[in-house]
């Protein structure tokens, strides 16, 4: 029954998730730090000026609360103060309470459980003190990149993206496929006599790549009937997820990386997602 | 050709004596009639093929039990039949004058209906290298989307077309074609309890469909071909039957299987977002490539059915149309030819090629004289009752074993009788045509395209059992037979 499944192929290509757009509302905004008083209310407006996004377009400004040193004591407490609050948003920075900023190796433990924990998405600015930070970087969102490695059907990161994108901006819909992991199924495939090797690399990853383009494409439509202008475009490739995002952001200026850190099935983050939060220390991450 | 098949004919006549002194075929054909020659056969050897023939039909309606492929099947009886043939001297030595030239030719090449095997595999290299097109597909969703997803239209629509396509194209392909439209669709719109339902009366219809045209079915051509009826004859004459059937059977298929139209808005807004997912243009490889197929099938189409009419084309036969357009479609694919080769289904043409040869040995050895006299008796009950009982007992057989060896034995009956063989517009030869076409609705294992329905149901876990399927099908095999009598009766005779 070859034919069978090859029709039932054709029919599953052609069903093609389309973007549905909810525009997010950012109402609360909570600032952890472990800054002094003094330094909390300069970091705060360093934030405000670069996420002016959410508060240009209806005329509505969100609400800013900070929460430093004094508000909690704990992991433990922060994350009480976080669910009562009710924020849309939490703004902080990788390594509270600890000097390990000096040696990037992790996001912290204050960082690592909110991203996992918090109901609301975290964004990790680079850190105050570090000096890492690119040029163009925490001055506006003009240039945002949506990161994944499967974008298709993602409506919410496409969602948060397309609403910290100024207008008139840049949304970056970015789709890499891991090299090393397609090149293990192909070794797989080139010892399978059945199948050829050539045809089935190629048709693989013409149909990997092709899933995320259509999506794009889908995305584009839908914002231009909403009215949104902003300039979708897409950068679907196949690659190495950390060399690639590195040199992407470079490449293209990218002012805030958006991408996705819970995971349904585990309480750990995202396995795409820790090593690129660790790594990319350059510009502010949005974690979903 | 020409001499091929007048020596097809006159073997088939059985001019044996004749054949071996290598005279021309045309004075042989004139030389002995049929009676003559038959009569020579030893009732023992008749009956001895009769035998291997009951044997053929029972080991092709265990096909699947045997895990035999059909050409292995007919193939092995055909070398057998053609050696136990020649022991006992009932077949006519090969030698043929062909252009006033003497040659040799095995008993079992001209005992092949050429024209016939060119039809299928031509046909289906057409149909294969269009649907690359994406033309078949795009039709498919864009019905898909104009139902937008509420389920009768859905099935309305789904019929409309597996009907369309199995006269188009052929049964199974149809059933293909539907069948995993069917439930990528439903599974996208959440009614998998559909699934079972939408399947069955799809495969119902795509024996219904498998009447519209001559080169629908393998029985019409076998039929058609041995009646002499024309492809537009045969459209007009069995059309408003698959209308007919058609809508009945949508209408029965929709009560029995609880098919509901949606009632809320939220439901058919739903329904319509998940259907708008599907992009009808995706499989398109160039518009150019499209529209190329659009044409070219309406010109195969239309080359089909003036084939009998038309200068040249006429004496070269269908066979030749459907190959021309099989090869001229492969122009466009020509650096990958092969690829659509390995795509034709050998296993049915070389069940074709053993079927014939069987057959043909069957004609010596004056079976299909035997049983014909049995036919004999039921003709002469008169076109009413004769015809009736013929399409009923067609039905019935076809619905335990393939189709095509019922169709092929009844036309060879039909047309060795004195009254129906010159007559194309004999009630019997329609009878034969609704029944082999109709009877593979009772059972699962009734026609390749049921088969083929059942093998999605299994493929998606759902589950039939020959008896279930047997049940939930007998009231449509029932309504679509006594239709087709009601029809054959009042309109066809």
Known sequence: MAKLDQFESVFRAADKPVYGYERVEIAKILVVTDLPAAEVAEFRSRLQGFLSVLSDDTGAVPLWVDLGVDAFQSIEELLELVASEGADLVCTYRNLFTKAWVQPHSLGDYVDVLTQIAPCPILVAPHPKAGREFDHAMKNTDRVMAITDHLTGDDQLVNYGVRFTLPDGTLFLSHVEDEAQFERYIATISKIPSIDTDDAKAAILEQLLKEPSDYVSSCRDILAAQGISIDTRAIVMLGHHLREYKRLIVEHEVDLLVLNTKDEDQLAMHGLAYPLAVELREIPLLML | ?493
């Open chain 2, 1 to 493: 050709m020409v001499a091929i098949g007048t020596l097809q004919e006159a073997t088939s006549a059985g001019t044996l004596q004749e054949a071996a002194s290598a005279v021309p075929l045309q004075e042989a054909l004139s030389a002995v009639p049929l009676q003559e020659a038959t009569s020579a056969v030893p009732l023992a050897v008749t009956l001895l093929f009769f035998g291997l023939l009951v044997l053929l039909i029972t080991f092709l309606a265990l096909e699947e039990r045997l895990h035999a492929k059909k050409s292995v099947i007919a193939g092995v009886f055909a070398i057998g039949c053609l050696l136990l043939g020649e022991i006992l001297e009932i077949l006519p030595p090969g030698t043929v004058i062909v252009g006033g030239e003497t040659i040799h030719l095995p008993v079992y090449i001209p005992g092949i209906d050429w024209n016939v095997l060119a039809i299928i595999m031509g046909s289906s290299l057409f149909v294969d290298i269009i649907s690359k097109s994406g033309l078949f597909t795009w039709i498919a969703i864009v019905l898909t989307k104009k139902s937008r997803g509420d389920p009768v239209p859905l099935l309305v629509y789904y019929g409309v077309m597996t009907v369309v396509f199995s006269a188009v194209l052929n049964n199974v392909t149809a059933m293909i074609i539907v069948g995993s439209l069917t439930v990528v669709s439903l599974k996208r719109l959440g009614r998998d309890d559909l699934l079972l339902g939408f399947l069955l009366i799809e495969g119902f219809l795509t024996n219904v469909g498998g009447l519209l045209t001559l080169i629908s079915s393998v029985p019409n051509i076998i039929v058609g071909s041995a009646a002499d009826i024309s492809f537009l004859t045969f459209f007009v004459k069995s059309g408003p039957y698959v209308l007919v059937a058609m809508i009945a059977s949508l209408w029965l298929g929709g009560r029995l299987f609880g098919i509901e139209r949606l009632t809320t808005d939220e439901e058919r807004e739903t329904a319509r977002n998940l259907v708008d997912g599907f992009d009808e243009n995706d499989s398109i490889e160039s518009s150019w490539a499209f529209w190329l197929g659009a044409v070219m099938l309406v010109l195969f189409v239309v080359a089909i059915a003036t084939a009998s009419v038309t200068p040249y084309v006429r004496e070269l036969g269908m066979g030749y149309v459907a190959m021309g357009f099989g090869i001229i479609m492969l122009v466009r694919y020509k650096s990958v030819a092969d690829k659509f080769y390995q795509a034709i289904d050998w296993d049915l043409l070389g069940f074709f090629a053993g079927l014939f040869v069987v057959l043909n040995v069957m004609e010596h050895a004056a079976v299909l004289q035997l049983a014909g006299s049995g036919l004999a008796r039921i003709v002469a009950l008169g076109e009413t009752v004769g015809s009736a009982l013929t399409l009923v007992a067609a039905a019935l057989a076809s619905s335990v074993t393939d189709n095509i060896p019922i169709a092929a034995v009844l036309a060879k009956m039909l047309s060795s009788h004195p009254e129906i063989g010159g007559d194309p517009t004999s009630p019997f030869w329609w009878a034969v045509i609704f029944g082999a076409n109709l009877g593979g609705n009772l059972t699962p294992i009734g026609s390749a395209s049921t088969l083929v329905a059942v093998t999605i149901i299994h493929k998606h876990d759902l589950t039939i059992s020959f008896g279930g399927f047997v049940k939930k099908a007998l009231p449509f095999a029932a309504l679509q037979i006594v239709l087709a009598v009601v029809y054959m009766l009042a309109f066809l005779r």
